[in-house]
């Protein structure tokens, strides 16, 4: 398991808790039109984009784990889809910190600790948390918090927020930090806080319901949260710290569900995988093959597949593969299927030595759940493995030209390039990927490697001139933070 930095989520919050001097209560406000003049979407995700950017490189409790991140990507825009106001681009990430808590930042970045997917009760009640964060994002509550603060310049928060990351290493040198900035201002007006948390309760609320999920969940979590201060004292849970609770949010947030008639909403089977993989990766690996031994010789589970699930990706971090293939076998005798499942019982062929039943399992799962995003990078990297250079291009091409936004796929796409020698190829690929993570300066010294290179021929040449001109505008009609 990763070392703990919860630094970073409490940066993160620090900004969404830029408090709107003078901003007056109202049910549902208009989404902040002096905001969007001041702080325009297109600058609010080119300053989400380069904190995200940080993250990926820096933090070390970041899950960069395809199948957790597209569980929360899947849920994440459910959420979205039932919110009129929401825009295009809406990104769900987690990090591997067991304390409860999420986070919204610039852009419709969402992250999310594994903490507070472990201590849900339900999937509605994860939805419900999530749907709050989104709506932070919808309000513009952190576009309207800059607007009132006219001494903080868009330069100044970024700067704040990489600050923190950068100081993640030494406890004493970040908390200064936090003192030293916005912490004071933020205590002092944390009334105008709480009028932000009623506003995302509301359209969370209304956005749980368009979901299709249980939105008595709301209510129940934060109602448990807040009894829980009562036994963590000083040491309150993290979301409780940097969201301001009240027992008038939870009336409010219970008033509202309980006009609804109540109707049972079941979990999905991947909410309760993906639960099983996290606890799974806990502790050392002997620590968590027993722990799920243990549950399935006690018969502590609510269900025997996603138990023997979890066994198998503890048997995995073991490289035990005939132990991962006899547990994933007992959870498909359950009449259950995932692609969770079903990549790591292909994962577990290809190690036993079984190339071609490890293909053919890739190729059977994708024909089952084509639109599965792990099991597509599962196969293209098993192709890689195998050398099947030639088949992975092929395979990648297809994924691309149905979804041109992944970057994972222009990574991939680069390092079958770079197994075949073609390095002008392998820049270009890399250029993409760069480019839709939003590091378009990365992103050109990539194509300008790809321009030395020999191994473009004529057209592809052309292509990647035609594309540095273009991001190159693209940098240049930036808005520069200051």
Same mark, same amino acid.
């Given at each position: 398991?990763?070392?703990?930095?919860?630094?970073?989520?409490?940066?993160?919050?620090?900004?969404?808790?830029?408090?709107?001097?003078?901003?007056?209560?109202?049910?549902?406000?208009?989404?902040?039109?002096?905001?969007?003049?001041?702080?325009?979407?297109?600058?609010?995700?080119?300053?989400?984009?380069?904190?995200?950017?940080?993250?990926?490189?820096?933090?070390?409790?970041?899950?960069?784990?395809?199948?957790?991140?597209?569980?929360?990507?899947?849920?994440?825009?459910?959420?979205?889809?039932?919110?009129?106001?929401?825009?295009?681009?809406?990104?769900?990430?987690?990090?591997?910190?067991?304390?409860?808590?999420?986070?919204?930042?610039?852009?419709?970045?969402?992250?999310?600790?594994?903490?507070?997917?472990?201590?849900?009760?339900?999937?509605?009640?994860?939805?419900?948390?999530?749907?709050?964060?989104?709506?932070?994002?919808?309000?513009?509550?952190?576009?309207?918090?800059?607007?009132?603060?006219?001494?903080?310049?868009?330069?100044?928060?970024?700067?704040?927020?990489?600050?923190?990351?950068?100081?993640?290493?030494?406890?004493?040198?970040?908390?200064?930090?936090?003192?030293?900035?916005?912490?004071?201002?933020?205590?002092?007006?944390?009334?105008?806080?709480?009028?932000?948390?009623?506003?995302?309760?509301?359209?969370?609320?209304?956005?749980?319901?368009?979901?299709?999920?249980?939105?008595?969940?709301?209510?129940?979590?934060?109602?448990?949260?807040?009894?829980?201060?009562?036994?963590?004292?000083?040491?309150?849970?993290?979301?409780?710290?940097?969201?301001?609770?009240?027992?008038?949010?939870?009336?409010?947030?219970?008033?509202?569900?309980?006009?609804?008639?109540? +109707?049972?909403?079941?979990?999905?089977?991947?909410?309760? #995988?993906? *639960? %099983? $993989? =996290?606890? !799974?990766?806990? /502790?050392?690996? &002997?620590?968590?093959?027993?722990?799920?031994?243990?549950?399935?010789?006690?018969?502590?589970?609510?269900?025997?597949?996603?138990?023997?699930?979890?066994?198998?990706?503890?048997?995995?971090?073991?490289?035990?593969?005939?132990?991962?293939?006899?547990?994933?076998?007992?959870?498909?005798?359950?009449?259950?299927?995932?692609?969770?499942?079903?990549?790591?019982?292909?994962?577990?062929?290809?190690?036993?030595?079984?190339?071609?039943?490890?293909?053919?399992?890739?190729?059977?799962?994708?024909?089952?759940?084509?639109?599965?995003?792990?099991?597509?990078?599962?196969?293209?990297?098993?192709?890689?493995?195998?050398?099947?250079?030639?088949?992975?291009?092929?395979?990648?091409?297809?994924?691309? +030209?149905?979804?041109?936004?992944?970057?994972?796929?222009? #990574?991939? *796409? %680069? $390092? =079958?390039? !770079?197994?075949? /020698?073609?390095? &002008?190829?392998?820049?270009?690929?890399?250029?993409?990927?760069?480019?839709?993570?939003?590091?378009?300066?990365?992103?050109?010294?990539?194509?300008?490697?790809?321009?030395?290179?020999?191994?473009?021929?004529?057209?592809?040449?052309?292509?990647?001139?035609?594309?540095?001109?273009?991001?190159?505008?693209?940098?240049?009609?930036?808005?520069?933070?200051?």
């Amino acid at each position: 398991m990763k070392k703990r930095h919860p630094l970073l989520a409490a940066a993160l919050s620090l900004l969404l808790a830029l408090p709107p001097a003078g901003f007056a209560q109202s049910d549902l406000p208009n989404l902040g039109d002096t905001a969007s003049a001041d702080l325009p979407w297109q600058l609010e995700r080119q300053i989400g984009q380069d904190i995200m950017n940080q993250i990926r490189q820096r933090e070390p409790t970041y899950l960069d784990d395809p199948e957790i991140e597209s569980y929360l990507n899947t849920l994440g825009g459910r959420l979205v889809a039932a919110t009129p106001e929401a825009n295009a681009g809406f990104y769900f990430f987690a990090l591997e910190d067991p304390t409860i808590n999420a986070f919204a930042m610039f852009g419709g970045f969402v992250g999310v600790h594994s903490g507070l997917i472990l201590n849900v009760q339900n999937e509605s009640e994860l939805a419900g948390v999530l749907a709050h964060e989104v709506s932070h994002v919808t309000q513009r509550h952190l576009a309207r918090g800059l607007e009132k603060q006219k001494q903080i310049s868009t330069a100044g928060l970024l700067v704040m927020a990489l600050g923190l990351l950068a100081a993640r290493s030494n406890a004493n040198v970040a908390e200064a930090a936090m003192v030293g900035s916005s912490a004071g201002m933020i205590q002092a007006q944390l009334g105008f806080t709480r009028d932000f948390e009623r506003e995302a309760d509301r359209a969370g609320f209304l956005v749980l319901q368009k979901a299709d999920f249980d939105p008595h969940a709301m209510a129940s979590f934060f109602e448990r949260l807040q009894k829980a201060t009562r036994v963590y004292e000083n040491n309150a849970p993290v979301y409780l710290r940097t969201h301001p609770l009240n027992i008038e949010r939870i009336a409010d947030m219970q008033n509202r569900a309980q006009d609804l008639p109540y +109707r049972q909403v079941p979990d999905s089977f991947d909410f309760h #995988l993906i *639960r %099983a $993989r =996290l606890l !799974a990766r806990q /502790g050392t690996p &002997a620590e968590a093959v027993a722990h799920f031994q243990g549950l399935l010789r006690e018969k502590r589970f609510s269900s025997l597949a996603a138990t023997q699930y979890g066994l198998a990706v503890a048997l995995e971090r073991q490289k035990d593969w005939n132990g991962v293939e006899r547990a994933l076998q007992t959870a498909r005798e359950q009449g259950i299927a995932s692609p969770l499942i079903d990549r790591l019982a292909a994962e577990a062929r290809l190690r036993n030595g079984d190339a071609t039943g490890g293909l053919n399992a890739y190729r059977e799962a994708l024909a089952r759940f084509p639109k599965s995003t792990a099991l597509a990078y599962g196969y293209a990297e098993a192709l890689l493995t195998q050398q099947k250079t030639d088949l992975g291009l092929q395979f990648l091409d297809g994924r691309i +030209r149905a979804d041109s936004r992944d970057a994972r796929l222009y #990574l991939l *796409r %680069a $390092r =079958l390039y !770079a197994a075949k /020698g073609l390095t &002008a190829q392998q820049h270009h690929a890399l250029a993409e990927a760069y480019a839709l993570q939003g590091a378009l300066s990365a992103a050109i010294e990539q194509l300008e490697l790809a321009q030395k290179s020999p191994s473009a021929d004529f057209y592809e040449q052309s292509a990647i001139d035609a594309r540095l001109r273009q991001l190159k505008q693209q940098k240049a009609a930036e808005t520069p933070l200051r």
